[in-house]
């Protein structure tokens, strides 16, 4: 059986997660209803694995990808508007 030291020596220890978090991301704690966190879980065991947390990071992603697109339509849209407009008042 090992003895436990005395004193242990923290000086060069270091604060935070044991293993970075890799480049592009960002740990954090976040509180999310437990019926949204068990359908992640969910999807993820019926597609044989893999990891929820990935899955939330994508759907997010494509979420904010739709929203941009759908931004940029809007904005292609009102410009034509614009264009048509200023052109039909110069004729």
Known sequence: MRRRKQQYDFSRARRGAIVPA????TRITIRIDTDILEWFRRQVHAAGGGNYQTLINDALREHLERSQEDLED?????LREEMQRIGHKGK
């Open 22 to 25: 890799p480049p592009g991301k």
């Open 74 to 78: 809007t904005l292609r849209r009102v």
